[in-house]
């Protein structure tokens, strides 16, 4: 059987230790554990109902192509015995657009490549931790099912309107390029978060794979310049940014 969990594995760490990331919805969000190791995928099942999810598990990929259509995620092993897992998340990704999470031992660049090509919205390599795959799991769904954002943000003496894509700076009205509108409103609509580079990718460009530092730190450097101000975009280094604090 291969090792589920890392943190499990480590002295002192317990699957109870790690928060629910599960919506607090009335409802909970439907999981597919697609695990060809039944205690493994058992084990899986009960750390995801404990945080909140509706899961359950099946052990091939025929089982996998029927049951897909009536869940809110499907978590994906790829060494299954009638189909290989890659040519079942192309055929899923064919049929519709469930979120799919490759959950594997295969960590080799290529493998990992090949699963994203395949259609997966994310990769993880077996040994994990349960808060690493809960965070994933979380960051797929927002994603997905991105949650609704006021029209218009006021923050101190910045007021954004992305309906009618107007910036005002103390009343006047500064123009911004549709990359610079968007990724000052997502950093003022998170006031006090850490946006990291690959969430700023992900929701501006549409495009997390891709290697856009450069591009970032340009717009970054011309919000600066026409906010008249570099305090307004704060570097976090090796995390990412966050608006900066309003000041009296």
Not at 28 to 54: F, I, P, T
Not at 64 to 80: K, P, R, Y
Not at 165 to 185: H, I
């Amino acid at each position: 059987m291969n090792q589920q969990f890392a943190d499990s594995a480590r002295p002192g760490v317990e699957a109870t230790d790690v928060q629910s990331v599960a919506p607090e919805s009335g409802q909970s969000l439907r999981v597919l554990v697609v695990e060809n190791d039944s205690v493994a995928a058992e084990d899986l099942v009960q750390e995801l109902r404990r945080h909140g999810y509706s899961a359950r598990s099946v052990a091939t990929a025929a089982e996998a192509l029927q049951a897909h259509h009536a869940v809110d995620l499907v978590l994906l092993d790829l060494d299954l015995p009638d189909l290989d897992g890659l040519e079942v998340c192309r055929r899923m990704r064919a049929i519709g657009g469930v979120p799919i999470i490759t959950v594997t031992t295969r960590g080799a660049e290529l493998d990992r490549v090949l699963g994203l090509k395949a259609g997966s919205d994310d990769y993880v390599v077996k040994p994990y931790g349960l808060r690493e795959l809960l965070a994933r799991m979380e960051a797929v769904l927002r994603r997905v099912r991105p949650q609704p954002v006021a029209q218009v943000i006021t923050y101190g003496p910045l007021r954004m309107d992305a309906g009618a894509r107007e910036f005002l700076l103390e009343g006047r009205r500064v123009d911004l390029t549709p990359k610079e509108f968007d990724l000052l409103f997502l950093l003022a609509s998170r006031p006090g978060a850490i946006v990291s580079r690959r969430q700023l990718l992900s929701e501006v460009w549409e495009d997390e794979w891709s290697h856009r530092g450069r591009t970032i730190d340009t717009h970054v450097s011309s919000l600066r310049n026409k906010l008249g101000s570099s305090h307004w975009i704060v570097t976090v280094r090796g995390v990412g940014f966050r608006i900066g604090q309003v000041r009296a």
